[in-house]
């Protein structure tokens, strides 16, 4: 009997009709004879309303504290799923991080997966629907964890591995993943096919299809995503290894981000371990670096760094960098008002010039390019953000993705 994780998001259960919605689709996979695990996310809105109260209450509010208060989300979301299934004369029955246990590492907000007791839940699959909260789970201390924004796909995918399942289904109110974001792009094609390379870097370079760890997950055990629409039948987006992938064009989609900083600090000591003083007590703190650019000095004696890093640790960093009596500058300089736009494609590997086609576009629509990153497969480049839906318009049609 084939076994399926369905995983719905918050637009899938934003409301009861839509609950009711979600419980239809199950009940005609469980009636097909494939063994159900529903993973859900809280309704629609819900997690930025519960941070909200918390900000009401404390702008410093307890990390422990904000798991307890996100993780009923998803718990609502539960219940309601389960009795719609129910009162469809369904066997079903929903079940709470710690009732199965989903064990965690620990760490408050962003936490990860590292085991799941398969077994109560394996035993009631033979004849009922499994319904289950995403995004949460319970430490080896019994404390509840959340697994960040997104972490509802985390769930899903550690799930359908840690369970042996065929597929791990990511419904969402998109019929899959697009080559940009169709709501700004309107002109955006939808990827019926997409490597988990692909897929992994469109995650974390902006993409909200799908959260990075969990492409990361199901890459790692070789684990068949597919993304589609709650509320249409069409087929949707396909994730797998990317030898059954045919590439006729060098770039598969464009992403971007507006949760970006930039600082440089001017004036730096150009000398060997400077730049390992200037990121130890980041690392320390649990800040992510992405582009890091330094300057070659002209007097060998100093150089400027620039780096960038999420918008929200834009503070933290600068009270850091302040603080470190190890580095020695003459000035420092912010930038809040940055967005990172970005170029992915497995076929950018055999193809030349895609480098210089990219900037070419750019150079054209009068945008200036901050900082640049590439890898194999991706290029991104930091810009001014009031630029970001221009660049990637003309990148999008330069690349043959209108």
Known sequence: MVKKVLKFGG????????????????????????????????MSGRTNELIKLSQEVSKDFDKRELDVLLSSGEQVTCALLSGALKDLNLKAKSWLNWQIPILTEGEHNNSRIINVNVDRINNFLNSGVAVIPGFQGISKNGEITT????????????????????????????????????????????????????????????????????????????????????????????????????????????AYSKDDAKITLIGVQDKPGVAANIFEPLNKSQINVDMVIQNVSSDEKTTDITFTIKRNDLMKTLQILQENRKIKYKNITQNDKVSKVSIVGAGMVSTPGVTYK???????????????????????????????????KKLHTIFDLD
């Open 11 to 42: 637009t899938s259960v934003g409301s009861i009709e839509r609950i009711q919605h979600v419980a239809n689709i199950i009940k005609k996979e469980h009636e097909s004879g494939s063994k159900i695990i529903a993973v859900v996310s809280a």
């Open 147 to 254: 697994l960040g924004r997104g972490g509802s796909d985390a769930t899903a995918v550690a799930l359908a591995k840690l369970f042996n399942a065929d597929s791990c289904e990511i419904y969402t109110d998109v019929d899959g993943v697009y080559s940009t974001d169709p709501k700004k792009i309107p002109v955006a094609k939808k990827i019926d096919k997409i490597s988990y390379d692909e897929m992994l870097e469109l995650s974390s370079l902006g993409a909200k299809v799908m959260q990075s760890s969990a492409v990361q997950t199901a890459m790692m055990y070789n684990i068949p995503l597919e993304v589609r629409s709650t509320f249409t039948d069409r087929k949707g987006s396909k994730i797998f290894d990317q030898q059954n992938i045919d590439y006729s064009k060098s770039v598969t989609g464009v």
């Open 358 to 392: 990219m900037f070419r576009g750019l150079a054209e629509e009068k945008i200036n390019i901050l900082a640049i990153s590439t890898s194999e497969i991706k290029l991104s480049v930091i810009i001014d953000e009031n630029s970001t839906l221009n660049a990637v």
